[in-house]
């Protein structure tokens, strides 16, 4: 992961030092119910931990001799140990303590994470209700639909977020699981109370059935969900976008004293950090056929899936806590310019109310059929003549006949399109 999208306190979790303690702990973690069982001395346990020695230039070292880096950490620690030595690793293969090494890495990710992500649904929700009756425009396919609310919109990223919540939930139930089973996952040479013994004291469960691995699948849920809450974060990079387009121009990120947009145009103010998201979304959406590639490993296990795993654990689990701690400031940010959303509504001549007066009509006692074809001539014209639909329409005998001019002042009233949306914000009264 490079410097410049690695944040504190996710990003010293991957560290090759974090990496060795975790492998300490389930190694000792072993010794202890081991020792439970009565299946070494009282006090084995405490003299490994009494004695444990990581330090990561010596295991380096060591690695370019042996050419095995859980070999050349089983030297390095146990190097000061006395008898107790005897059980550190016993039974083992380097994959049980790993993968159960892993499960607990990943598991601190996603707490971070997790919390992160309530953070920003926090600062969405509050703009959402912030903006509640603030009139914009809704689009569809890049034009003017009808009126909306932009807390409204807004609401519909704090939906993504609640359930991309509820996978984290989902997804680390999965993930808390080790394995402590042997070479091939048939308790050959480690008696299962050892397992569960010793998973328990990290609030881990056996796996269900090991090889010689924890299966993939559960890793790859993993980046799958981390790829949901990229996506969704950059659906909400990608709007403001648009919105901050000089002829739209109805929201912008904020801009700090001093910040400078541009190298050569002294007047830009560019919406950076949005594409940053964009982009990094992308990154994530990369690791997810990685993800359902290492599932497929050869019998009860090879290693095609470790070289890429040491990318994509932490890589995923660091954008993903960056992208949530910048949308978060992005939103927190935001500058909503309530008026331009008002001139730009106009800016489509009135054209947004053309389904309304359609359904007015049709109310009167005319078809379907005739009704959106008297419409849609009507538009077309103020289309194509720049003029206002309502003029348009006071201009029209077939529509004059139906409706009087203060008819159709009422029918042209933005307020009527977020008459119901208390509705769908009651929704949300009980997640606050």
């Not at 994470?113 to 959402?128: D, F, G, N, W």
């Not at 009422?410 to 307020?415: C, G, I, M, Q, V």
Request: with cysteine; net charge negative; hydrophobic share 40%.
């Amino acid at each position: 992961m490079i410097e410049r999208y690695a944040l504190s306190p996710i990003k010293e979790l991957w560290d090759l030092e974090a990496k060795y303690r975790k492998w300490l702990e389930v190694e000792l973690g072993v010794i202890y119910a081991y020792e439970e069982l009565g299946m070494c001395e009282p006090g084995t346990h405490a003299a490994a931990i009494a004695h444990a020695h990581i330090d990561v230039t010596e295991i380096l070292a060591e690695e370019e001799i042996v050419n095995h880096d859980f070999i050349a950490f089983i030297n390095c620690v146990t190097r000061p140990m006395g008898d107790e030595a005897r059980y550190f690793h016993l039974g083992l293969t380097s994959s049980d303590v790993e993968d159960t090494a892993t499960s607990l890495l990943l598991l601190d990710a996603l707490e971070l994470i997790y919390t992160s992500l309530e953070q920003y649904r926090t600062v969405l929700y509050e703009k959402a209700v912030q903006y509640k009756d603030t009139i914009t425009i809704g689009r569809t396919h890049g034009i003017h639909g009808e009126p909306t609310s932009f807390g409204f919109k807004l609401l519909g990223y704090v939906s993504e977020c609640d359930r991309n919540l509820e996978r984290l939930t989902i997804i680390r139930e999965s993930l808390s699981v080790g394995t402590l089973s042997g070479a091939v996952g048939n308790y050959a040479n480690i008696n299962p109370q050892v397992e569960e013994i010793a998973l328990a004291q990290f609030g881990l469960r056996p796996t269900t059935v090991a090889t010689q691995v924890i299966a993939r699948d559960i890793h790859a849920d993993f980046i799958h969900g981390l790829a949901m809450i990229a996506s969704s974060i950059e659906r909400m990079a990608v709007e403001i976008r648009h919105l901050q387009k000089t002829e739209v121009l109805e929201a912008q990120e904020g801009f700090k004293k001093g910040q400078r947009g541009s190298s050569a145009m002294p007047h830009k103010k560019n919406p950076i950090l949005s594409e940053r998201l964009t982009g990094l979304s992308r990154m994530v959406r990369a690791m997810v056929p990685v993800g359902y590639e290492n599932i497929i490993l050869w019998h009860e296990r090879d290693i095609s899936h470790s070289s890429t795993e040491r990318f994509i654990f932490p890589d995923a689990t660091q954008i993903v806590y960056y992208m949530t701690e910048k949308a978060r400031e992005l939103i927190g940010q935001l500058v909503v310019n309530e008026d331009r959303m008002l001139e730009n509504i106009a800016a489509s001549y009135e054209l947004v109310y053309s389904q309304r007066v359609m359904l007015a009509f049709i109310e009167k006692g005319h078809s379907r059929e005739m009704s959106y074809k008297l419409m849609q001539k009507n538009a077309m014209r103020a289309w194509d003549y720049r003029v206002s639909f309502k003029q348009c329409l006071l201009e029209d005998p077939e529509v004059t006949v139906v409706f009087s001019p203060a008819e159709l002042d009422e029918l042209f009233d933005p307020t009527f399109y977020i008459r119901n949306i208390d509705t769908v914000y009651r929704k949300f009264e009980d997640k606050v």
